[in-house]
């Protein structure tokens, strides 16, 4: 069963929450969100191609991959594993090599639901512009095609593992 992406970003706010339900555990979403084998499957809109440079899931880790498009422009993405507990939470950095400087702060939580994984997302911007700059970009694209992306690789996962 496909759930919804839903996108929240009040006006005037630095502050972006993403809330998205998997009809998988905790552990299998954390999974496909931390082995970057299933992270480069996923992540992203459909009509990019992903590498993964470095994706070392742990506290103080670090992470960049680059997004490619059918033209071969490329579009690099950074951070830091601040916090992370596994099947739980993440506590990230991201920044898009397109903005340097323009970091945010990234949380991810994955919430047992009884049969369901509510992932949610909240980034902290800089400030209201970067965030709205954000918004502006066309990002709600990205987001709700990652999230589609991610539900069917974790529900391919689970048919996998049942035959």
């Known amino acids: 069963m496909s759930h919804p992406t839903e996108i929240t970003a009040q006006p005037g706010t630095p502050f972006i929450e993403v809330v998205r339900d998997f009809d998988a555990t905790p552990a299998q979403v ?4 931390t082995d970057p084998k299933l992270v480069a499957q996923w ?3 459909r ?8 994706y070392d899931v742990r506290t ?3 992470y960049q991959y680059v997004h490619i498009d059918a033209d071969g422009n490329e579009y690099g993405f950074r951070g830091v594993f ?3 507990v596994d099947n739980e939470s993440i506590v990230q ?3 898009f090599a397109g903005a340097p400087g323009h970091v945010t702060l990234d949380s991810m939580t994955y919430e047992d639901h009884g049969g369901l994984t509510r992932l949610r997302t909240r980034s902290v911007f ?4 970067a965030r709205d700059a954000a918004v502006g970009s066309g990002m709600e694209h990205g987001i709700v095609d990652s999230m589609d992306r991610l539900e069917e690789l974790v529900l391919n996962e689970q048919s996998t593992k049942t035959r």
Request: avoid cysteine; charged fraction near 20%.
């Open 43 to 45: 992540l992203g809109p």
């Open 93 to 95: 950095t991201f920044e």
């Open 60 to 62: 103080g880790g670090g």
């Open 126 to 129: 800089p400030s209201v512009e």
């Open 82 to 84: 601040h916090a992370v």
């Open 30 to 33: 954390f999974r496909a969100s």
């Open 47 to 54: 009509e990019l191609s992903m590498r993964v440079i470095e």
